[in-house]
Nanobody, 122 residues
């Protein structure tokens, strides 16, 4: 059974920093893309940043220059370094593993973590 477990959320003042981690466990042969999404109360879940197995990254415009996504393929872990945090960054942050495959065959399946809350106070 594959699990994604996020950690690192919490309460921080505006201008501060947090580092989120997400570790995938279980039977894993490969993960195509890993990413972070966030959902504020009353809002839809939006993309924050993604990173492919080859290291290519993509960021939402709202976090460019402040957030950095990275990945350790050997550990099946993705990180999100968040600097210069703003109150509008307050949300539940979810980790996603796209096209996670248990064997070399098949396209794989997408998995989500349960989320970690980030609260930025003004």
């Amino acid at each position: 059974q594959v699990q994604l477990v996020e950690s690192g959320g919490g309460l921080v003042q505006a201008g501060g920093s947090l580092r989120l981690s997400c570790a995938a466990s279980g039977r894993i042969f490969r993960i195509n893309t890993m990413g972070w999404y966030r959902q504020a109360p009353g809002n839809q879940r939006d993309l924050v940043a993604t990173v492919t197995s080859g290291g290519s990254t993509n960021y939402a415009d709202s976090v460019k220059g402040r957030f950095t996504i990275s990945r350790d393929n050997a550990k099946n872990t993705v990180y999100l370094q968040m600097n210069s945090l703003k109150p509008e960054d307050t949300a539940v942050y979810y980790c996603k593993a796209e096209r996670l495959a248990a064997t070399m065959y098949g396209d794989g399946t997408d998995y989500w973590g349960k989320g970690t809350l980030v609260t930025v106070s003004s």
